[in-house]
């Protein structure tokens, strides 16, 4: 859907290019994406920290699971649908905690099957335990995948 809003009101998109890599004029101020030997111009340039090695440092991490579930989320009037906010001082935390579950009905898993989503901010040194309130909403997990990432944010202001 982004990359159809980006064309409709001309912007570029590039899909599937792996060699992409942000071009900067003389100043350092980024012009353009490049890949495959093509360069699209532009006045400034959206991207995942990865592509803008140098300009960015880590600030946070976030920790998430990916559940898969056979049955709805207990307690939502088997809803195809949820999605809770934990409030940080309900769980005993800095920060809120984020569940979201759908379902099959949504043509993202196979028949009968929900996948939920739990996530927080980082706040200890055992990130997985820190969802424990989350995942205990979710009732029994057929499969569980956890993963901790960086959140960064630009060292300037993003003008170049």
């Known amino acids: 859907a982004f990359a159809r809003l980006s064309a409709v009101y001309g912007g570029t998109y590039m899909l599937h290019k792996s060699d992409a890599a942000v071009v900067y004029d003389e100043s350092g101020k980024a012009v353009g994406v490049s890949s495959e030997g093509e360069t699209a111009k532009c ?5 995942d920290p990865s ?6 440092r880590a600030t946070s991490r976030v920790v998430r699971a990916i559940c898969i579930l056979s049955h709805p989320m207990p307690n939502t009037d088997n809803a195809h649908s949820v999605q809770i906010i934990l409030p940080q001082k309900q769980v005993g ?9 759908c379902s099959y009905a949504h043509n993202v898993a196979a028949n009968n099957k929900w996948i939920a989503f739990v996530s927080t901010t980082v706040e ?3 990130p997985e335990a ?27 202001d993003g003008s170049k």
């Open 130 to 156: 820190e969802l424990a309130p989350g995942l205990a909403l979710l009732g029994p997990i057929d499969e569980k995948f956890v993963s901790v990432v960086d959140v960064h944010e630009p060292i300037e």
């Open 51 to 56: 592509y803008f090695p140098n300009k960015t």
């Open 124 to 126: 200890t040194n055992s």
């Open 43 to 47: 006045k400034f340039v959206v991207g």
């Open 93 to 101: 935390r800095h920060s809120d905690m984020y569940v979201f579950c």
